[in-house]
Nanobody, 114 residues
Framework: VQLQASGGGLVQPGGSLRLSCVAS????????MEWYRQAPGTQRELVAL???????TYADSVRGRFTISRDEMRTTLYLQMNTLKPEDTAVYYC?????????WGQGTLVTVSS
């Protein structure tokens, strides 16, 4: 199983970005999918998740600004990020449960700065 995250970049405060995470390999039983982020000097934190049944959960810091979604085949996970703030600056990682295992993608850097 491979997860490839993309979509990061430099954006001004108040701007938007959409992150993508493409899953490939033996992903026939892909279930819950998640986005995490890690800012310099901090622990990795959960940003949003979408369950096997499609329910979503968000960290308090992003609720109302970020939206997690995925395509019907569950091969691509998205994170729409609006009204970005400097404190959203971090490396963003996707994670997915496939069968009994969890898999991480490589990170994509989001920098929010004027």
């Amino acid at each position: 199983v491979q997860l490839q995250a993309s979509g990061g970049g430099l954006v001004q405060p108040g701007g938007s970005l959409r992150l993508s995470c493409v899953a490939s390999g033996s992903i026939g039983s892909i279930g819950e999918m998640e986005w995490y982020r890690q800012a310099p000097g901090t622990q990795r934190e959960l940003v949003a998740l979408i369950t096997d049944g499609g329910s979503t959960t968000y960290a308090d810091s992003v609720r109302g600004r970020f939206t997690i979604s995925r395509d019907e085949m569950r091969t691509t996970l998205y994170l729409q990020m609006n009204t970005l703030k400097p404190e959203d600056t971090a490396v963003y990682y996707c994670r997915a449960r496939v069968g009994r295992g969890w898999y991480w993608g490589q990170g994509t850097l989001v920098t929010v700065s004027s």
